[in-house]
Nanobody, 125 residues
């Protein structure tokens, strides 16, 4: 079965950086669109960034544009999220998601078929 495992979260001071990873198994990773979502306590889940199957197209939420970079290594079945200039408002559980039906950038949560368990990111002020 498809499995997504995130790692790389932690506690960091404002202005710091973290790199999240998501290793996929059980699917043909290289033909599937991927995304990173986050959810803070008491808030709705929101799309942070998304990437096409080839990695050639990306999308970023306005709140992270210029600070976060989504990328993928299809040879390693791994999705990344480089997070720089972190702010306290970036504190959330971060989830990776995989869409088995699409190769292009996906911005709708309903079109993602599988989700990881999440990795916590906490940014202190």
């Amino acid at each position: 079965q498809v499995q997504l495992v995130e790692s790389g979260g932690g506690l960091v001071q404002a202005g710091g950086s973290l790199r999240l990873s998501c290793v996929a198994s059980g699917s043909i990773f290289s033909i599937n669109a991927m995304g990173w979502y986050r959810q803070a306590p008491g808030k709705e889940r929101e799309l942070v960034a998304a990437i096409s199957s080839s990695g050639g197209s990306t999308y970023y939420a306005d709140s992270v544009k210029g600070r976060f970079t989504i990328s993928r290594d299809n040879a390693k079945n791994t999705l990344y999220l480089q997070m720089n200039s972190l702010k306290p408002e970036d504190t959330a559980m971060y989830y990776c998601a995989e869409s088995l039906r699409n190769t292009m950038v996906i911005r709708t949560a309903l079109l993602y078929d599988y989700w990881g368990q999440g990795t916590q990111v906490t940014v202190s002020s």
